[in-house]
């Protein structure tokens, strides 16, 4: 096989065409068509076998989290270009190697760093987490400026301070 002949790999989150005024990425594509042929139609039927394994196992928690949160976030960007997950299944044909590709992974594949979406590194659970390290500190008593108690200031990785008592 010369270099000519090589595809160069996808991962998941190039685009991959656009439809109604929107970019979409290959999992964009991958979702429709396994909602699509293998959950007739249904996203809710997806998002309930993605959650039982969210349940059975320790080790996908974070791949499966990343999912369900592209999958929202999919269904966000489909309802605002007026489309449903059909609609962007049949924007291409797809063979059975790109299906099978699909099926993988968005059912039983973990998701490397340079595969995932926006949606899938911006998970509710790290927007919580973030939330929790480095907002809403002017609703505690001990903090700069307030009246209550004494403590000091420590870096975070923002280059902001923080209170600490």
């Not at 656009?18 to 039927?45: K, N, Q, R, S």
């Not at 049949?90 to 760093?113: F, N, S």
Request: net charge negative; aromatic share 10%; proline share 5%.
């Amino acid at each position: 096989m010369t270099n000519d002949a090589r595809r160069s790999p996808i991962f998941g989150a190039e685009p991959w065409t656009t439809a109604a005024g929107v970019e979409w990425c290959h999992f964009d594509w991958w979702f429709a068509l396994v909602i699509t042929t293998d959950f007739d139609g249904d996203p809710d039927a997806l998002r309930t076998q993605l959650e039982s394994t969210l349940r059975s196992s320790l080790h996908r928690r974070d791949d499966t989290q990343a999912k369900l949160s592209h999958l929202a976030d999919l269904r966000t960007r489909l309802d605002a270009a007026a489309l449903d997950f059909e609609d962007l299944a049949e924007v291409e044909e797809p063979d059975k190697r790109v299906l099978g590709k699909a099926r993988r992974k968005v059912l039983e594949q973990a998701l490397e760093g340079r595969a995932m979406t926006e949606a899938m590194r911006n998970t509710p659970a790290h927007r919580l987490e973030q939330r929790a390290r480095y907002g809403y500190w002017d609703r505690f008593l001990n903090r700069p400026g307030s009246d209550g108690g004494s403590g000091y200031w420590f870096p975070t990785p923002v280059g902001e301070g923080c209170w600490a008592a």
